[in-house]
């Protein structure tokens, strides 16, 4: 019922700039929560950020982990069943498989990826010094 699908991974070079996208459906987005996780090679899988949202189904506040937060920024389309994360300033630690996840709840501020139960497969980002 509830499928996220990524896309806009690729490869650029330190200091470029990237746009991931997920688009979601079966799921309702009003007071649930949205997150981004990444995973490299070898590494745990860590937030990236998550995104709250209110009754009308936008974006009501998001959290940034510290090792993004001022280069990423999360956005929404028109139609409310698609998340965009603008990253900028990308360095060589940012390449990562990203996924974007989600979870019939309040994000409550966590990043726990055993919290959510939906995933995309995930999008690769290489970035090159």
């Known amino acids: 019922q509830v499928q996220l699908v990524e896309s806009g991974g690729g490869s650029v070079q330190a200091g470029g700039s990237l746009k991931l996208s997920c688009s979601a459906s079966?799921?309702?987005?009003?007071?649930?929560?949205m997150a981004w996780f990444r995973q490299a090679a070898g590494k745990e899988r860590e937030g990236v950020g998550t995104?709250?949202?209110?009754?009308?189904?936008?974006?009501?506040?998001?959290e940034y982990a510290d090792s993004v937060k001022g280069r990423f920024t999360f956005s929404q389309d028109n139609a409310k069943n698609t998340v965009s994360l603008q990253m900028n300033s990308l360095r060589p630690e940012d390449t990562a498989m990203y996924y974007c996840?989600?979870?019939?709840?309040?994000?409550?501020?966590?990043?726990?990826?055993?919290?959510?139960?939906?995933w995309g497969q995930g999008t690769q980002v290489t970035v090159s010094s």
């Open positions: 996840a989600a979870k019939k709840d309040q994000c409550f501020g966590g990043m726990d990826k055993r919290d959510f139960g939906y």
């Open positions: 079966g799921y309702i987005t009003s007071r649930n929560c």
């Open positions: 995104i709250s949202f209110d009754y009308d189904g936008r974006i009501d506040y998001v």
